[in-house]
């Protein structure tokens, strides 16, 4: 029971998911320090085609909004 014990602590310890919020200026001031794991971009008059770009560059998030 104590090996199935440290494997669960070791778990924690893994990289846990993390959050990307992506939008217009309206977001541009959300403040990541008082989010878990969370990034923000702010594309300011960004189109589709734009969005789509930053899309393909960023591949290391498990949550998009």
């Known amino acids: 029971q104590q090996n199935w014990q ?3 602590a070791s778990d ?3 990289a846990e998911p993390k959050t ?10 959300l403040d990541e320090t008082k989010m878990n794991n969370t990034s923000v971009i702010s594309i ?3 189109q589709i ?3 789509d770009a930053k ?3 960023l591949s290391n998030y498990d ?3």
């Open 20 to 29: 990307l919020v992506l939008g217009s200026s309206i977001i541009r001031d």
């Open 44 to 46: 300011p008059g960004g």
């Open 63 to 65: 949550k998009l909004f």
């Open 6 to 8: 440290m494997f669960r």
């Open 12 to 14: 924690k310890s893994a």
């Open 49 to 51: 085609e734009d969005i």
């Open 55 to 57: 899309l393909e560059r």
